[in-house]
Nanobody, 117 residues
Framework: QVQLVESGGGLVQAGGSLRLSCAAS????????MGWYRQAPGKQRELVAT?????????NYADSVKGRFTIARDNAKNTVYLQMNSLKPEDTAVYYC?????????WGQGTKVTVSS
């Protein structure tokens, strides 16, 4: 079993920054993908950024966040980060971290990000 705990959400003004963290514990050996998704009110959950660590590390960002958000990891802490800069009101959502361990996908409980205009 894998546990994911997010932190770092909150209220920020447009143009501001936040850094989300996702700490993993449990049976994480065999992790091949880590990332962040978000779900705005009334909308479906969508990909924000993912990091595949199969062989060469590859990154995938939603077009809407390219150049503003950065995904990174700290292996020693089993933690994945999402640095969010130049935030916009349309970034308001609940952000979920995910981790795929072999073929199983695990989700965190979500952290809310609200960007005021």
């Amino acid at each position: 079993q894998v546990q994911l705990v997010e932190s770092g959400g909150g209220l920020v003004q447009a143009g501001g920054s936040l850094r989300l963290s996702c700490a993993a514990s449990g049976s994480i050996l065999g992790t091949n993908v880590m990332g962040w998704y978000r779900q705005a009110p009334g909308k479906q959950r969508e990909l924000v950024a993912t990091m595949s660590i199969i062989g060469t590390t590859t990154y995938n960002y939603a077009d809407s966040v390219k150049g503003r958000f950065t995904i990174a990891r700290d292996n020693a802490k089993n933690t994945v980060y999402l640095q969010m800069n130049s935030l916009k009101p349309e970034d308001t959502a609940v952000y979920y971290c995910m981790r795929r361990v072999r073929s199983l996908v695990y989700w965190g409980q979500g952290t809310k990000v609200t960007v005021s205009s």
